[in-house]
C-alpha cells in the first residue's frame, strides 16, 4: 500500500468500527474500498469523496437513499471528522430536503 492510499485504508478501518458500535446487531452493512470509498446500509449509503491537495486529502461525504443523493457533507479536513459525521448519520432517520439552485 502506497503512501497515497494510507488515508483510505484509515478511513476502511474507522468505518467498520463505528458502523459496528453504532448500529444495532440485526443491521446488515458493508464498506467497499473501491474508488470511492462506499459504506452501504439497508437504507442508505454513505459516499466518500476524496481531494488532494496541497494540505493533505479532504473529505466529502454524500449521503444517498434509493438511488438519490439527500445530502452532502464536507471538506473535512480528517479521518476522524468523517467518521463522527457518519456515525450520527448512521442511526438517524434519512429526511429528504427539497431546494433549487436558482
Known sequence: M????????RL???LETAL????????SWAV???RPVVARLPDREFVFERHDGPDGPRWTVVLRAEGAV???FGRFETVDDVVETV?????SAVQYT???DG
Open 2 to 9: 502506497g503512501t497515497r492510499d494510507e488515508p483510505t485504508a
Open 12 to 14: 476502511r478501518r474507522r
Open 20 to 27: 459496528a458500535d453504532a448500529l444495532a446487531d440485526g443491521v
Open 32 to 34: 467497499s474500498t473501491d
Open 70 to 72: 439527500v445530502s452532502k
Open 87 to 91: 456515525e450520527s448519520l448512521a442511526a
Open 98 to 100: 427539497v431546494c433549487c
